[in-house]
């Protein structure tokens, strides 16, 4: 069951910058890293950002993450139309019902 | 590069069994904790199991505890998720994934139903 919040959508036109925000709790966005993931249609998720805002080899850094106390955001400046697709955060959790949780998820449309 | 190869899953009924298989290559198995992470059709990521790099620890989500076991095999780089008492809700797409998680696998299906 997802404990980190985001918007079920947002949308941009080529070229725009689109924020996503997840917001957790002290147990999880408050005391450990926050991860995010891109997922395309059909294919599995990739890792997008790790450790807040550090960004793999590979990944455009059009692509920038943030955080501050128990919420992060995921930002996409120069939208692309291959950006569209499903984006989740996630993070480690130090209470006891679960040990990693993910965010519900937001799908970003490019107009 | 890092595979992840799934495979086991199919179809079946309710109260069933099944046991799921990861693959891994590219990387040194023994050294990354590894996690199963399913997505029923049309739904949001949730995260099932996750064991230690040696088998030391095992951590499973309230909705899967009891039911399913995660293991490894570090001589085959293999993981492993045995699934007991299978429920409808259990139908999704089942993905492993290694260390952050960084790296997935495609995943297999797994169906529940009569």
């Known amino acids: 069951q997802s404990v980190l919040t985001q918007p079920p959508s947002a949308s941009g036109t080529p070229g725009q910058r689109v924020t996503i925000s997840c917001s957790g709790s002290s147990s999880n966005i408050g005391s450990n890293y926050v991860y995010w993931y891109q997922q395309l249609p059909g294919t599995a998720p990739k890792l997008l950002i790790y450790?807040?805002?550090q960004r793999p080899s590979g990944v455009p850094d059009r692509f920038s993450g943030s955080k501050s106390g128990t919420s992060a955001s995921l930002a996409i400046s120069g939208l692309r139309s291959e950006d569209e697709a499903d984006y989740y955060c996630a993070a480690w959790d130090d209470s006891l019902s679960g040990l990693y949780v993910f965010g519900t998820g937001t799908k970003v449309t490019v107009l | 590069q890092v595979q992840l190869v799934e495979s086991g899953g199919g179809v079946v009924q309710p109260g069933g069994s099944l046991r799921l298989s990861c693959a891994a290559s590219g990387f040194t198995f023994s050294s990354y904790g590894m996690h199963w992470v399913r997505q029923a059709p049309g739904k949001g990521l949730e995260w099932v199991a996750f064991i230690r790099d040696d088998g030391s620890n095992k951590y499973y989500a309230d909705s899967v505890k009891g039911r399913f076991t995660i293991s490894r095999d570090n001589s085959k780089n293999t993981l492993y998720l045995q699934m007991n008492s299978l429920r409808a809700e259990d139908t999704a797409v089942y993905h492993c994934?290694?260390?952050?998680?960084?790296?997935w696998g495609q995943g297999t299906l797994v169906t529940v139903s009569s």
């Open positions: 450790r807040n805002n």
């Open positions: 994934a290694n260390g952050g998680p960084d790296y």
